[in-house]
């Protein structure tokens, strides 16, 4: 086995077993799926995840993040921020309107999706540190064409894993026509969303002490 099939290989399992758990950014993208319209009604916050992750990740190859995580007082505003966003995510996730019980004009717009997908992106220490510190981090045994194709495989299988978890809840939506179900997801996915807001808040305390 060549050594670019290799970091083919270790991309592909490395990156879905980040992803695979439950978090924010997976949560938010299978709500979008469940409670638009249409598919493609989800696009605007499936390609905002996907690039913003494609960014964390080639930013974790390139070993630039490692540097900005090394800064306390910027990992303390991206905890704070963090926090605070999830909180707001949780509530929102909570009383999240869905389809056949509600009017379509309280859906998330395109625009609101871009903001929500990128802050769930972007805001989130988790999505930061798995694909920052983790995906940057092994990727150091790699150089030339084999640290090409493990970037690569990584940005792909989250493209994809994104587009799998929208189309997940929109198959949801046309079986689940009263919303019932939805409603459940909706209301377990904001508690998780509180408890890594919670465990955000603890990090919060441990690096100001």
Known sequence: MTEVTIAIFHGLFLAIGLLLPLGAQNIFIFNQGAIQPSFTRTLPCIITASVCDSILIIAGVLGISILVLKLVWLKLIIFITGFLFLMYMGYITWYQPVHGVTN???????KKQILFAASASLLNPHAIIDTIAVIGTSSVE??????IAYTITCVLVSWIWFCGLASA???LHKIDKNGLWIKRINKIAAIIIWIVAAYLAIQVVETIL
């Open 142 to 147: 790699y150089i030339g064409n084999a640290k």
């Open 169 to 171: 809840g929109h198959s």
């Open 104 to 110: 379509n004009h309280r859906i998330f717009s395109a």
